[in-house]
Each structure stands twice: as structure tokens, then as C-alpha cells.
């Protein structure tokens, strides 16, 4: 199993997760940006609930993950 969404379960969101992985080692995606389509994704997936508190979760946590990504490039 493939773990998209790092320090949180997977559901059926998990596509969200995978594409915000994908922007997240995207140089020309900005962190902001990566974040907020996230939010909008889960939003459609599950609600606005947890879009909510994914979002807070990769905007409060997600800097060094964010870094790591861009330094593997």
C-alpha cells in the first residue's frame, strides 16, 4: 500500500494526496498553491471537515517535506 498521505489514513481522498506529492517536487509549483489545491481536492473527496484539517496539517507541517522534495531534484 502506498502511503500519499504522509502522517495521515488514507481514504478516499488519497488522490489528492498523490497529486499534492507530485506538486510538491514540481519546481514550478509554489507550496501555497500545492497546499491550497489539496484543500480544494480533499473539499470534493470528503468535505470541508477534513479538507480543513489536512490542510492546516500540510501548512503547519509540510515545510521540510516540501524541501526534501525539491532537493531530491
Known amino acids: ?19 499534492h506529492d507530485l506538486a510538491y517536487s514540481s519546481l514550478a ?3 501555497l498553491g500545492a497546499d491550497l489545491d489539496l484543500v480544494r481536492c480533499v473539499s470534493d473527496a470528503a468535505g470541508w471537515p477534513m ?4 490542510g492546516a ?6 515545510l521540510p ?9
Open 51 to 54: 479538507a480543513l484539517a489536512m
Open 29 to 31: 509549483a509554489s507550496k
Open 1 to 19: 500500500m502506498t502511503d500519499h498521505c504522509t502522517g495521515w489514513f488514507e481514504g478516499a481522498w488519497g488522490h489528492c494526496c498523490a497529486a
Open 65 to 73: 517535506f516540501w524541501i526534501r522534495a525539491r532537493l531530491k531534484r
Open 57 to 62: 496539517g500540510v501548512v503547519l507541517l509540510g
